[in-house]
Each structure stands twice: as C-alpha cells, then as structure tokens.
Nanobody, 125 residues
Framework: QVQLVESGGGSVQAGGFLKLSCVAS????????MGWYRQAPGKGRELVSS??????????SYADSVKGRFTISQDNAKNTLYLQMNSLKTEDTAVYYC????????????????WGQGIQVTVSS
C-alpha cells in the first residue's frame, strides 16, 4: 500500500511560498524520523530537512541552502509531515520527496526506509 503521499507542490514565482504536506500511513510516525529530500534535473538527491526525537526533545536540521527560509514540522495527530518553503528561489526547483528514512533516535533497526513518489516544485524568476 501507499505509505507516504506528498501534496502541495506546484509553480510559484521567486520570492513566493509553498507548503508541502506528506501524509503517512500506519505506525510510521511512531517508529521513524522523517526527512524531506529534493532532486533537480541532472543532480543527485539531497537532504533538505529532517525531524526526529529522542523521546523528550525534537531535533530539526536544514541544508545550508534553505536555512532561514524553510521550516519542517509534523502533526502526529494528523499523521502529516510539512515543509513550509518561504522566499523561494529558482534554484529550489526540484522534485521533492518525503521519506521515513531513519529510526527514532531512541530506537534502531526499525525498518525505516519508506519514500514518497515525489512532487514537483517549480520556481520561476
């Protein structure tokens, strides 16, 4: 079954904003930390942002290229991961992927290797 489904992509002018959503099925959020990746044409897939917890503290990380512009968050009650993208630049154009690619920090080897199908974000000048 489909386990991660992204939405919220599209086209926007530089300086604009978009908010990506990723709905997770089953117990993914209880077992796995989450990340947003992106891949531009001819480029490798890069980690944009991640979110995880050790059970008490939530940790987030951001690629240098998006710090101060993007914000990752999750709503466990809605089983949804978000990426708020502000002040978008043309170089943000890529296919964005939601991933459950790591266990919670207090767990290990929990089978976290689940990827969404990707969603296009296009930023024009």
């Amino acid at each position: 079954q489909v386990q991660l489904v992204e939405s919220g992509g599209g086209s926007v002018q530089a300086g604009g904003f978009l908010k990506l959503s990723c709905v997770a099925s089953g117990d993914i959020f209880s077992r796995c930390g989450m990340g947003w990746y992106r891949q531009a044409p001819g480029k490798g897939r890069e980690l944009v942002s991640s979110i995880n917890t050790d059970g008490a503290t939530t940790y987030t990380s951001y690629a240098d290229s998006v710090k101060g512009r993007f914000t990752i968050s999750q709503d466990n009650a809605k089983n949804t991961l978000y990426l708020q993208m502000n002040s978008l630049k043309t170089e943000d154009t890529a296919v964005y992927y939601c991933a459950a690619d790591r266990p919670k920090l207090f767990l290990s080897s929990r089978g976290c290797d689940v990827w969404g199908q990707g969603i296009q974000v296009t930023v024009s000048s």
